[in-house]
């Protein structure tokens, strides 16, 4: 997971440096992308219809934030109040991220004569991707600190967290609304705050054993309570 969040972060930071100063191969790259998109989805309504749905209302961030607000509610429920501040606290640091990049960098989205559909603010990074690799990191990340070896459906919804990360990105490039460069900045940095997040949290947990268990959490468990016996080593941040 380290060498994941180092990287991510590696490479957004190049991608970024590479928007900013208006690399030409790069903005080469995304134009042809994007004007044979363009021309796809000015030709094929319906399917440019579908893709606006999926675009604003499935895998909108205010869908994915409504979502990562079901699992901090949640988790506070079932008293693991360590985990839920950690996906709340990541989710936040995301946003504030994410807005504070656009308008770093204010990077314009592409225009067009015929344009399918509209956006709002500058376009690096993809606010839509990286909400939903944050979103979806997090949650399968929850997921996997309880029921990753005894739950079947866990490769069901992992395979449902790629498709709505990559689809949302495709769905932002071929809409006309983002650059692919965008929405890669979107994923890479997505990625990196998640890693960060259960990187963080490990770290939080050995504290936690090296200091006894104190901080209004039992050792071992969130929610207070003493670990079965023969499983003291095993820790919520063990993903195994």
Not at 39 to 60: H, I, K, M, Q, Y
């Amino acid at each position: 997971m380290r060498s994941s969040a180092v990287v991510s972060g590696v490479l957004f930071l190049v991608l970024l440096v590479l928007v900013a100063v208006g690399w030409s191969p790069l903005l080469s790259l995304d134009r042809s992308i994007a004007e044979t998109l363009h021309r796809d989805a000015v030709a094929r309504p319906g399917v440019t219809e579908f893709n606006r749905f999926l675009s604003d209302w499935v895998w909108d961030p205010w869908t994915m934030r409504a979502l990562a607000a079901v699992t901090v509610g949640l988790l506070w429920w079932r008293r693991e109040r360590r985990v839920a501040l950690w996906v709340a606290g990541t989710s936040l640091v995301a946003v504030g991220l994410q807005q504070g990049l656009k308008s770093l960098v204010g990077r314009e989205r592409p225009q067009w004569p015929d344009p399918v559909d509209s956006a709002q603010f500058a376009a690096f990074p993809s606010g839509h991707a990286m909400t939903a690799m944050v979103t979806c990191g997090l949650i399968l990340w929850v997921l996997a600190l309880h029921w990753r070896e005894e739950w079947r459906g866990w490769g069901v919804l992992a395979c449902t967290a790629v498709v709505s990360v990559l689809g949302v990105g495709w769905t932002r490039v071929y809409l006309g609304v983002h650059w692919a460069s965008d929405v890669l900045g979107g994923w890479l940095l997505g990625w990196c705050c998640v890693a960060v997040a259960v990187l963080t949290y490990r770290w939080s947990e050995r504290r936690g054993e090296r200091n006894g268990g104190t901080g209004g959490e039992g050792r071992g468990r969130p929610d207070g309570t003493s670990p079965a016996p023969g499983t003291a080593g095993r820790r919520m941040g063990d993903t195994r």
